[in-house]
């Protein structure tokens, strides 16, 4: 089991290697690699439809509560 400095000493390290410009660019080709994975693509897929279909109901919602609001005004007039 780790202990919070064991954390935090792990946490200083990985800073101190990602700041050389050398394993940055080592990290971005490893993502760039990982993202080509077919099980990540997939996962991405999903991700992105949920937020379409989420996004779609709250455009949804917000017609019906602009409908409710002009329609509420006509109806005190």
Same mark, same amino acid.
């Given at each position: ?16 290697? *990602? ?10 080709? *490893? ?47």
């Amino acid at each position: 089991m780790r202990t919070e400095q064991d954390k935090i000493n792990r946490k200083e390290a990985n800073q101190r290697y *990602y700041k050389l410009e050398e394993n940055k660019q080592q990290k971005r080709d *490893y993502m760039k690699e990982y993202q080509k994975r077919d099980y990540v693509k997939a996962k991405a897929h999903e991700y992105y439809m949920r937020k379409k279909i989420r996004d779609a109901r709250n455009e949804d919602l917000n017609i019906i509560n602009s409908e409710r609001f002009i329609n509420y005004e006509k109806e005190t007039r």
